[in-house]
């Protein structure tokens, strides 16, 4: 019998679309040798697709019914491109019910999801060049001589807090930063 592969996709984000392309391209990729199962996470709850099918899956195991039979995964693929996929939240998830998964752990997950927090914990290694960054926030007042001096041209603004497929903006002149 062939490992059951639950692959994760969509998400909470903008970015849930690109999630589904890249969940399809892994169980193409893997059907020969495992028996994966796509899982659409959304706002609405997690469904397993089995052919054109979606299955209710519950949350506290896991598991899902099909006909008469109760179902898991032995593993799951996360392809979820943003949260709750990269944040470190279904990695609780899956450490709490005991499936394993690949990719980061919880703390790894949430640390790197955020770019400012990341930032400033990578500071402090010794060998590691980092990068100047700022964080802002919409309430800050802005000075952007003090921010073009300490950070530079051309600069990249990013939200801390999401993916890097969305929401990214080079800036290649001080009047191209406010709008980024």
Known sequence: MKTRVGILMGGYSSESHISEKSARVVARSIEESFN???I???NEGWFAIEGKTEFQVDLNSLTYTSGNQQLGF???FNAIHGTPGEDGKI???LDMVGIAYTG???LSSALSFDKGKCNTFLKDCEDLNIANSLVLRREDEINLTHLMNQIGI?????PCNAGSSYGISKVNSEQDFLPA
Do not use: M
């Not at 051309?154 to 990013?158: A, D, G, M, R, T």
């Open 36 to 38: 994966p199962i796509l």
């Open 40 to 42: 659409n996470v959304s």
């Open 74 to 76: 032995d593993v799951i």
């Open 91 to 93: 990695q609780g998830l």
């Open 104 to 106: 980061s752990g919880v």
């Open 154 to 158: 051309p600069c990249f603004v990013k």
